[in-house]
């Protein structure tokens, strides 16, 4: 399994959230290693629950980690983020929540092929759809993140 490393500091998350997702979300800050480095929610769309954008945050990076900064033969798809707990400090520099979550992937080149092979053998009769999932799992790399999150601003 590939190591994973974390993302470099960057003065503006925003603008290259924006330039490399096409979206525009009202953040700041940093990339949530750590409660001192936690991603700033300073605005959230109406209706939208913070934990679905934190979701979305933590995908961007999970995305960026994985995929979009690595090499070609490094790189994995199929990347998913799931919730597992959550925390809520509050300090007197803001409240912040600590949101870990379970990322899984699968190796880019594996992935595309075991894409290939449900499209190519999915409804035939000589397609063995439970070993195909099996593969599929035995393929996958779990991780377990945390992510930290200022939402005090929201208040």
């Not at 190591?3 to 959230?17: A, D, S, V, W």
């Not at 605005?43 to 954008?53: D, R, V």
């Not at 899984?104 to 035939?124: D, M, R, S, V």
């Not at 593969?135 to 929201?154: S, W």
């Amino acid at each position: 399994m590939s190591t994973f490393k974390q993302l470099p500091q960057n003065n503006n998350i925003q603008e290259l959230i924006q330039s490399t997702f096409d979206v525009n979300l009202a953040i700041a800050g940093e990339w949530g290693y750590t409660q001192d480095k936690a991603t700033i929610i300073t605005a959230i769309q109406k209706g939208m629950p913070i934990s679905q954008l934190q979701h979305m945050l933590t995908s961007i990076r999970a995305h960026l980690e994985m995929n979009i900064t690595q090499t070609k033969e490094n790189r994995y798809a199929g990347i998913n983020a799931n919730e597992k707990s959550r925390e809520e400090n509050k300090t007197k520099h803001g409240t912040f929540n600590k949101v870990t979550y379970e990322i899984t992937a699968i190796n880019e080149t594996l992935y595309t092929a075991f894409i290939k092979e449900y499209k190519e053998g999915y409804g035939k009769e000589d397609f063995n759809l439970t070993a195909h999932f099996k593969r599929r799992a035995e393929a996958t790399v779990t991780r377990e993140v945390i992510h930290y999150f200022e939402v005090g601003q929201l208040a």
